[in-house]
């Protein structure tokens, strides 16, 4: 099997996790400096989600749902290419190419034991969006021998729907029928790496904040069958919002113990940043307010191990205080005592080269994350995880 550096910087507007080797997504992939130390001319890398589920619960006085998300199962989630053209080393990924729907049910309770079902409310979501990223890198010898590269990613999100939501005693059903999308966005990121020692390696990435625009299309709704024209009358004209993905700060440090054992470990910081927030839904006028997202921090630890021609890859993410923002708006209740969601991730990969045969690197990994919000009724809504996903790599 042939090794390559395992770190790397998060950048978190591209969505990935930990400091490793580039295998489905976890590593050099989002540092736009991993081409050219990957080195690999001609390197093709496929990643497949397998499956995924999330089950929630709410803590607090608010305790009578549960629900829980899956996908529809295997899905072809990115393709990416690494090559080199003259002294630049360079990656295209592209991705989602086919995703399996998704399904939250939701069941309602009348006490928080949750033995009296009231309701259930099924969603059905199948992804309309892509993200193509586009990187190039080259190792700059006369300016001190280090590696540098760019990435631009160009991004589309979106979904159409279906929820279904009927009580247990058979007297209501309601289905309604919307869409979510986004206009499309960039993304940049600036990347480096240093060796500071024979076996020792630096890492450094930053991306730019990127506001993002999103619209709910049309919604209409049927009620025991009949259409409700005055719901799909008021909801024709869907809503629109914006956003804003904070820029970004990740420091990477990789130990090479031997060629095969290397350890890995990153901060990432997003910054504190502020955005105006225009809302328009259902024929409304537009309502603007300020919106402030304060900065956090996430921690990543890493170790990759080789033994002949099997690989295992670790990783453990912990972010604390992610995702609070306050506003000025008057009729927001406590807006600077949120406390943000708490995460955790804890996932394994396990990869074998076959040496029998020239058909590359297959591997599978196994993800468990917690996501607990404290800004949820009551008390804290905890999110627990469980994911697969197959990897594929192969060296023309």
């Given at each position: 099997?042939?090794?390559?550096?395992?770190?790397?910087?998060?950048l978190a507007a591209f969505g990935l996790a930990t400091v490793l080797d580039g295998v489905g997504g976890l590593g050099l992939g989002e540092n736009p400096a991993y081409p050219a130390l990957w080195k690999n001319e001609k390197r093709l890398d496929v990643v497949a989600p397998l499956s995924s589920k999330t089950e929630s619960s709410d803590d607090g006085t608010w305790s009578i749902?549960?629900?829980t998300t899956a996908d529809g199962g295997f899905s072809l989630g990115s393709v990416a290419w690494t090559d080199k053209f003259g002294d630049v080393w360079y990656g295209i990924s592209y991705g989602p190419l086919l995703n399996a729907e998704g399904k939250t049910t939701t069941k309602e309770y009348s006490n928080l034991a949750h033995t009296?079902?009231?309701?259930?409310?099924?969603?059905?979501s199948t992804p309309t969006g892509y993200a193509l990223?586009?990187?190039?890198?080259k190792d700059f010898a006369l300016l001190g021998g280090f590696t540098g590269g760019v990435n631009l990613g160009i991004n589309q999100d979106g979904s159409v729907w279906k929820k279904t939501y009927k009580t247990t005693d058979g007297v209501w059903?309601?289905?309604d029928n919307g869409s979510e999308s986004s206009d499309l966005y960039l993304t940049l990121g600036l990347g480096a790496a240093k060796n500071i020692a024979a076996n020792q390696k630096v890492l450094i990435g930053q991306t730019l904040a990127s506001k993002t625009q999103s619209q709910g299309g049309a919604t209409t709704r049927k009620e025991n069958g009949k259409t409700d024209k005055d719901y799909n009358k008021a909801n024709k004209e869907g809503s629109a919002s914006n956003g804003l993905i904070p820029a970004q700060?990740?420091?990477?440090?990789?130990?090479?113990?031997?060629?095969?054992?290397?350890?890995?470990?990153q901060l990432a910081h997003d910054w504190q940043s502020a955005y105006k927030h225009d809302s328009k839904a259902y024929g409304q006028a537009v309502e603007s307010e300020e919106v402030t997202i304060k900065a956090n921090d996430t921690l990543s630890l890493a170790v990759d191990y080789i033994f002949d021609q099997f690989q295992v890859q670790g990783y453990l993410n912990m972010a604390k205080g992610t995702g609070i923002e306050t506003t000025d708006s008057p009729d927001t209740t406590d807006q600077d005592e949120l406390k943000g969601v708490d995460?955790?991730?804890?996932?394994?990969n396990l990869l074998w080269t076959p040496a029998f045969a020239n058909v590359g690197t297959i591997g599978v990994g196994i993800e468990n994350s917690k996501e607990?919000?404290?800004?949820f009724g009551a008390g804290p809504k905890t999110d627990t995880n469980t994911s697969a996903t197959l990897f594929y790599t192969y060296l023309f």
């Open positions: 099997m042939k090794k390559v550096i395992i770190a790397m910087t998060v749902y549960k629900e009296v079902l009231d309701a259930t409310e099924t969603k059905l990223n586009l990187a190039a890198a059903k309601v289905v700060t990740a420091v990477g440090y990789v130990y090479t113990v031997s060629d095969s054992l290397e350890f890995g470990a995460n955790t991730t804890l996932g394994v607990v919000d404290y800004d």
